[in-house]
Nanobody, 124 residues
Framework: QVQLVESGGGLVQAGGSLRVSCAAS????????MGWFRQAPGKEREFVVA????????DYADSVKGRFTIPRDNAKNTVYLQMNSLKPEDTAVYYC?????????????????WGQGTQVTVSS
């Protein structure tokens, strides 16, 4: 079992930056692929980015490519979502998720553990 807790959300102006964190506890963290998803008001939850257990491979949604990164620190059992050049359309609740396997995946159904989410609001 893995428990995930997100933090660091908030309000930021368009063009600004924000970093949200996802702290994991429970079973071994370093063997889990991790992902970030988001859900905007009135929309379905969507994939943002995923990273392999080693951190050697990442996969980004086209909408965030070049603006977001996903550093992970296995020693701290933490994965981050660094968001730069934020746009109002990035406003959403951001969720981190963990898989029991090492490969990074885009589909929600591939993830076994979820955090509670953190709100990110980008004002224009």
């Amino acid at each position: 079992q893995v428990q995930l807790v997100e933090s660091g959300g908030g309000l930021v102006q368009a063009g600004g930056s924000l970093r949200v964190s996802c702290a994991a506890s429970g079973r071994t963290f370093s063997r889990n692929a991790m992902g970030w998803f988001r859900q905007a008001p009135g929309k379905e939850r969507e994939f943002v980015v995923a990273i392999t257990w080693s951190g050697g491979s990442t996969d980004y949604a086209d909408s965030v490519k070049g603006r977001f990164t996903i550093p992970r620190d296995n020693a701290k059992n933490t994965v981050y979502l660094q968001m730069n050049s934020l746009k109002p359309e990035d406003t959403a609740v951001y969720y981190c998720a963990a898989r029991r396997f090492m490969a990074a995946m885009r589909m929600e159904s591939e993830y076994d553990y979820w955090g509670q989410g953190t709100q990110v609001t980008v004002s224009s």
